[in-house]
């Protein structure tokens, strides 16, 4: 396939994406989606990249509907030229009256108009909306698929790109219509909300799967479902230091750039304290570092930050640390997948935290075999650009059988750094350990760590102790003696 050439943009933010550079030019594409699902918005997306050389071809809104409804979406269709073929447009009755033509000649009327408008605009963006209006003008099936198959082709002769909207019915599907295309999609919902998915793409690869679309007060914007490649930035894999000489040691250094590190515990233990001590060390070695809020407020999260002496403040204004509060309930996984994107590709962002993976699960909308796939994808996309991943992850037991990660969690991660209460002379005390390092040794044995005014500390390693990881742990002797 040919993906070198000139492309032709579909207008519509992240559908040029999903489409390798936009439409092919001088081809024909079809829109499918039952009423409300954005067809007619994307279309005039699609008018308003060259808007002095496209002609609207309306079969079902009236002209003057059709520009206030644009205005309403701050498009300014001034410059398109609107053919208004709509069964009650005043100019089209008064040629063609409905009840006194038969279908076909009606069918051939409507042919000579759009001819016409063509001859004498020779625009280089065509879009009719809806095509299958077409279909009670013909008196079978067979004549509809024949004229609207002519009706494209000399759309096509005239080297115009051609985008044409189509609404299946029960009764009445679209699916023939497939065959006169190029290229067709199809808008819909699913449980992650507005989806836009290619089914069919000539002469060129095309992003495959189903892509969040969302609209908006100003038009459509289309969030592409995120594929993992394998490493495309180069990178330092050195060993980023967390900023306290203890846990450098429970690391066996720090935490390797360009890896995954879940930090896990129960709540209130101390995960996103320690989140954000890692990255103030980071803001310290250069970079720009982002923390994704799911689970509590920009401002709860700076004000217990700056009370235990981690400059959140500081580093924001210095533009190394941004922190982004996300709403679950609003934002797809794919809406949020871009947004990553876009700090990482765009601003450069060097360290990325998650807190927490609870709040990232409610904009799954899913089952748990969703959440293991997308936050999969999203890993290995910030592995494969060399950025440093922080997992917020909270697990429910307080005490008890010890739970490193929550479910079917611990495979993404290249280091597992947990935390966990203790209960010692009737106090409750907390511990961090590590579990796991892929790319080094680490330290055994568990510390003591207290969140203090001045900041995270850690104690000596708790090797006079046994069942710390069940919450209850009890002094032994020492075997030496």
Known sequence: MDETGERCSTGVPGLDQVLHGGFVPGRSYMVSGRPGTGKTILGMHFLLEDPENALYVAFEEREKDIRANAAALGFDLGDVTILDLSPDAESFQSRMHYDVFEPPDVEEDITQHVVEAVDDLRPTRVFVDPLTQLRYFAPDDYQFRTEVAGFMSYLKDSDATVVFTTQPMPNMPDADLEFICDGSMDLGYAAKGRTLTVTKFRGSGFQGGIHTMRITSSGIAVYPELVPTVRSREFDADTMSTGISEMDSLLNGGIERGTVTVISGPSGVGKTTTGSQLMSAAAEHGGRSVIYMFEESTDTFTHRSESIGIP?????????????????????????????????????TKVVMIDGISGYRLSIRGDDDELVRELHALCRYLRGMGVTTLLVDDVAPITGDFQPTSERISYLGDNILFLRYLELHGEINRAMGVLKMRTSDFERTLREFEIRSDGLHLGDPLTGLQGVLTGTPEYVEDRGE
Do not use: H, I, N, Q
């Open 312 to 348: 959140v403040r500081e580093m924001m204004d210095a533009g190394t640390l941004d922190v982004v509060e996300v709403e679950p309930l609003a934002v797809s996984s794919d809406e949020f997948a871009y947004m990553v994107r876009e700090e990482v590709e765009e601003k450069g």
